[in-house]
């Protein structure tokens, strides 16, 4: 039942992030060609499928609008009824003045012609003026009776201007001192503006009316054959096509959506498939199988903004990120398998899927290879160097593959792939965090927790320094035997330097911290001195848990002795009192048994390293049959059948510890006294 449930979530779990990055992905439809200009057509010989327009580029069509705003002429509009009331206001105010002084008529008969003139010219504002003189513009459409003519700009004048042109064209008969009496620039106003509106509704007409098309492309006709160089006609013609293939195709976006669906659940169901076969351990926990599909979401998100909005470009992702963090928490072949799903999906956006997907799958294999454990920052700082060469000698072989021509290398890829390697290193982080989110142990925590400088593991050597003694032993002894059969030895190394340290609530309880002949269960019952000897179990996971140790390392301390009894008290008992029934849960550790090859070899040293202490001598034989007879003991009492070991892995478990102990117990040679001869 629980199996079939974990199944069904993963169903969903892989279901949803389908739907997710297919809901983002792009909705128009794949031109099935991509193409370059300079660079060959790569494909058979191409037609065209219909008729068609070679659509101009962005950069003609902006060029074209641009040249049509510089060349546009401005509209202003003429006020003819200014003209009429200068004048009549002019007449006004000298007519009675003049009577019966000829020589006064001509005065005014002379400024009235003069502003006629000057109003049919144009007289304009001062910063209508300086404007029209700054952006050089000669001509203009003058408005007049909603009638528009075209006229020279160099005709209009300013009201200062007109005044002195009428003083400067002052024929010689006529006094210029006269003719100031008059007050000539009381006359003068402006009778042209500008008519924004006009020009504008008139600029946008012309640019409405450009051509977005410059020319036709016949059905059949022939557009590009394979190997051609495409120059800038036929990068047209290729754009033109599709575009028109895209927009053709606009009305169905529901059917791509429906085939961009069906194509990523595809891919991850791959991914889920082999999850199911290979790794269950993945497949079957919900936290796992989260961190796998995020990061394949966070990259597939992460690509179709890049793309969408045209950022810069894709290689400046660090897709190598995702083998390197499934790496650090799972194994190589499921880091690779999530790595080659992700980069597919993200091939589906990329412009040259297949140099994409080939630069990529380099980069991951070399991840693999280069980090088998990431224990050190100069192992990430190293494999982020040898993606970057990767990269570099990837794009810089198939561009002279494809190109054959150092012209033709683009080299701000190279400034690229620095920048991917920058973003690289920052996966140090993302794994702190990744753990802290799905409580994961990285390599790089469980080195840090073996320092024997940590605040317990420092606490315990000054407490129990016999404890800490035996754990030292403890994990050297398994460390060695998890090597022997592909287990986790720095798992194994730091959960047996921390499996005993519920020891330092009661030091004195356990023979290794005892001094002199001392022991505090001489005067105990036997029940009270197990009960207190288990509890160190117990113990040891408050101090662990209120140490905030990692759940991982905890486990080894809950796991040490499993289910198995306290022998020494339980046997004593029994041998004290035969006739009397004994409760056997006051004997007996809470358990769990242990359930992982790592737990089950640290059970297995703690027993053999502690027994071997109370050896008279440590020859291979009497050692051996130490470790044969406590191994078999918890092979007879059931406390290793939920660890996945073999009775192969066993014995060279077994053979580990036995020559790990003649080395730790191996015989040392005496020094002879110095013999000071006698004179």
Same mark, same amino acid.
């Given at each position: ?14 279901s949803?992030?389908?739907?997710l990055?297919?809901y983002?992905?792009?909705r128009?439809?794949?031109f ?9 057509? &790569?494909?058979d ?17 902006k060029?074209?609008k ?10 202003? /509009? ?13 007449r006004?105010?000298?007519s009675?003045?003049?009577?019966? &002084? ?10 009235e ?6 109003y049919e010219?144009?007289i304009?504002?001062?910063?209508q ?7 050089n513009?000669?001509?203009v459409?003058?408005?007049?009776n909603?009638?528009?003519?075209? &006229?020279s700009?160099?005709d ?8 002195? /042109?009428?003083?400067s064209d ?19 106003a ?11 509704r008139?600029l946008?007409e012309?640019?409405k009316?450009?051509s977005?098309?410059n020319?036709?492309?016949q059905?059949?006709?022939?557009i ?10 036929t ?5 033109s096509?599709?575009?028109v ?12 959506w429906?085939?961009?669906l069906?194509l990523?659940f ?6 889920g ?5 290979f ?7 919900r ?9 394949m979401?966070?990259c597939?998100?992460?690509?179709e ?11 400046i ?20 398998f ?10 589906l956006?990329a412009p040259?899927?297949?140099?994409f ?5 380099l ?17 990430l700082?190293?494999?982020s160097i040898y993606i #970057?060469?990767?990269y570099?000698l990837?794009y810089l072989?198939l561009s ?16 690229? #792939?620095?920048?991917n ?7 140090y ?5 990744v753990?802290k989110?799905?409580?994961?142990t990285?390599?790089?925590?469980? @080195?840090?927790?073996?320092?024997i ?5 420092k606490?315990?050597?000054e ?16 460390s060695a035997?998890g090597?022997?059969?592909g ?10 330097l ?8 009661h ?14 269960h001489?005067?105990?019952?036997f029940e009270?001195?197990a009960?207190?000897? @288990?509890?160190?179990?117990?113990e040891?996971?408050k101090?662990a848990?209120k ?5 991982a ?15 020494y008290?339980y046997n ?6 035969p ?8 004997f ?10 790592e737990?089950a ?8 390293e502690?027994?071997?202490?109370s ?11 130490l470790v044969?007879?406590?191994?078999d003991v ?6 290793l059948?939920?660890?996945p ?23 040392? @040679?005496?020094y ?5 001869a006698?004179?």
């Amino acid at each position: 039942m629980k199996s079939k449930q974990s199944t069904i979530q993963a169903i969903v779990c892989f279901s949803m992030t389908a739907l997710l990055i297919a809901y983002f992905f792009p909705r128009e439809v794949k031109f099935r060609y991509q193409f370059y200009e300079g660079k060959p057509w &790569r494909y058979d010989l191409l037609t065209a499928p219909g008729d068609f327009p070679i659509y101009k580029t962005d950069e003609e069509i902006k060029a074209e609008k641009d040249s049509i705003r510089r060349r546009s002429i401005p509209y202003y /509009r003429m006020n003819p009824d200014e003209k009429t009331e200068q004048i009549e206001k002019l007449r006004a105010n000298h007519s009675g003045s003049i009577k019966g &002084r000829t020589k006064d008529a001509l005065y005014l008969r002379y400024i009235e012609n003069q502003l006629n003139h000057l109003y049919e010219n144009g007289i304009l504002p001062v910063q209508q003026h300086e404007k029209l003189k700054k952006e050089n513009v000669r001509q203009v459409h003058v408005l007049k009776n909603n009638v528009a003519g075209l &006229r020279s700009t160099a005709d209009f004048l300013t009201a200062k201007s007109a005044c002195d /042109r009428i003083l400067s064209d002052l024929p010689p008969s006529l006094d210029a001192t006269v003719l100031a009496s008059f007050h000539v620039g009381d006359y003068l106003a402006e009778n042209l503006t500008e008519d924004g509106e006009m020009s504008g509704r008139i600029l946008n007409e012309q640019l409405k009316n450009v051509s977005l098309s410059n020319g036709m492309v016949q059905a059949g006709e022939r557009i590009v054959d394979r190997g051609e160089v495409i120059d800038h006609r036929t990068y047209n013609m290729l754009r033109s096509l599709k575009i028109v293939h895209e927009s053709k195709s606009a009305a169905n976006r529901w059917l791509v959506w429906i085939g961009q669906l069906v194509l990523v659940f595809g891919i991850l169901l791959c991914g889920g498939l082999y999850m199911a076969t290979f790794c269950p351990e993945i497949f079957f926990r919900r936290g796992n199988l989260l961190l796998t599909l995020l990061c394949m979401l966070a990259c597939c998100l992460l690509s179709e903004i890049f793309v969408r909005h045209d950022l810069l470009d894709l290689y400046i992702l660090p897709f190598a990120i995702v083998p390197i963090v499934v790496r650090t928490f799972f194994n190589s072949h499921t880091a690779l398998f999530t790595h080659l799903i992700t980069v597919l999906l993200c091939s589906l956006l990329a412009p040259f899927p297949h140099e994409f997907l080939l630069l990529q799958i380099l980069a991951g294999v070399v991840v693999i290879f280069s980090l088998k454990e990431l224990t050190q920052r100069s192992q990430l700082v190293r494999c982020s160097i040898y993606i #970057f060469v990767t990269y570099a000698l990837g794009y810089l072989s198939l561009s002279l593959y494809q190109e054959g021509d150092l012209g033709k290398i683009r080299w701000t890829m190279f400034l690229f #792939f620095g920048i991917n390697l920058v973003l690289l290193l920052f996966s140090y982080t993302l794994i702190y965090i990744v753990e802290k989110l799905f409580g994961y142990t990285s390599p790089i925590t469980l @080195i840090e927790l073996s320092n024997i400088n940590t605040p317990v593991l420092k606490k315990l050597s000054e407490t129990c320094p016999g404890t800490f003694q035996h754990s030292l032993q403890v994990s050297i002894l398994a460390s060695a035997a998890g090597s022997e059969i592909g287990a986790d030895t720095q798992l194994i190394r730091t959960g047996a330097l921390y499996h005993d340290i519920g020891k330092m609530i009661h030091p004195a309880l356990f023979t290794e911290n005892q001094k002199g002949s001392v022991n505090p269960h001489q005067d105990m019952p036997f029940e009270k001195s197990a009960q207190l000897i @288990i509890h160190h179990v117990t113990e040891g996971v408050k101090i662990a848990e209120k140490a905030s140790l990692p759940k991982a390392v905890i486990d080894f301390i809950r796991t040490h002795h499993g289910t198995g009894k306290t022998r020494y008290f339980y046997n004593s008992f029994r041998n004290a009192f035969p006739d009397t029934p004994v409760d056997e849960k006051l004997f007996t550790y809470p358990g769990p048994n242990p359930f992982s090859k790592e737990t089950a070899i640290l059970m297995m040293a703690d027993s053999v390293e502690a027994a071997s202490r109370s050896l008279n001598e440590y020859t291979e034989e009497k050692l051996r049959a130490l470790v044969d007879k406590l191994i078999d003991v918890q092979l007879a009492d059931g406390l290793l059948k939920n660890a996945p070991l073999t009775f192969r892995e066993i014995e060279v478990v077994k053979n580990t510890f036995v020559e790990k102990l003649k080395t730790m117990y191996h015989t040392r @040679i005496s020094y002879p006294d110095l013999v000071v001869a006698k004179s």
